[in-house]
């Protein structure tokens, strides 16, 4: 099967390799078609999301991406924004569970956050009124506030979840949070088997904070989703830098196309040096496998991730380990096997 690769900027490289070579060790013979993205393309093309990409995605469908950085100052829109809004991948899916052997003051994690992707403030929708006045459009459209919440809804049926949160602030956005929320209420009422649940985004918050163990499924508009996705990593990571960016996978799903990818960023402080944590895209190339009807193969490298975290040998420093991208992937390799 042909699959795109973006490799990406910093330490993008070496975290999509790793990935590549667990795919290859889970026996999945996959054709990567590489295309370019972040640095790398805005120094080859002039321009860092190259329409040959967005158009390499279309034909293959589905793509595996390392961390892309948007350089600044050029007027370059964000790559991450492009690419959803061009291949209408309207819905972030980011699971965060508690792993074993990483101590963290939360048990028990176990929640998935669901991101609308191409509205809300998130639209690009900006202009400056006069000098020293600008106004940012929170763009919310009733075809896109239930395409999120269904979607939540049919990954809760899919996966036998218990329960879907709307997060909002419809208290104060009443027309834009309104109208999400009525549609949030619209389509709960086709899944009466799934509890649904209605909370301000700051309620969230606190009781994120408190005990996350409450949270199953939950569904926002794209800025709380941006900014909850990256809270909910913190709660499974370990202390330090980076936290649980190394760790949380993330997938893009359109109706047609999908992207999977880690939540970090390209780490400009530590690429090159080998010791990047390769794990959240080894986890996104697993939900990559289910997706492409691989699912057996993407268990088995969740389990073999598991096991590696749980024994703990050859770990990255990141997870507290004095091993680098390379032990560690051969560490998750070796537990595939048995
Ligand atoms: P961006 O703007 O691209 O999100 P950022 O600097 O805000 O970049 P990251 O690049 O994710 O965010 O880096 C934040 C911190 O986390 C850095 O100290 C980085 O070294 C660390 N970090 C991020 N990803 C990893 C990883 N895979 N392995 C180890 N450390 C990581």
Redesign the pocket.
Known sequence: MQIVLIEGD??GPE?TQAACRVVAAANVKVDWVKAAAGIPAAEQFGEPLPEETLEMIRRYRVALKG???TPVGKGYRSINVRLRQGLELFASVRPVNTLPGIKTPYEKVDLIVVRENTEGLYAGLEHEVVPGVVESVRLITRPAAERIVRFAFELARHRGRRMVTFCHKADVMRLSDGLFLECARQVADDYPFIRFEEKPIDNVCLEMALDPSEFDVLVMENLFGDVISDLAAGLVGPAG???G???VPGANYGTRFAVFE?????????AGKG???????IRSAAMMLEYVGRGDAGARIEAAVMKALKVGIGL????GGDGN?NTLTEQIIKHLAV
């Open positions: 910093g330490i975290v961390p892309c950085t830098p980076g936290g960016l190394g760790l880690a939540v970090h960023g390209s780490a400009p402080d530590i010791v990047a944590n390769p794990i959240a895209v990255t420093r990141d997870l991208t």
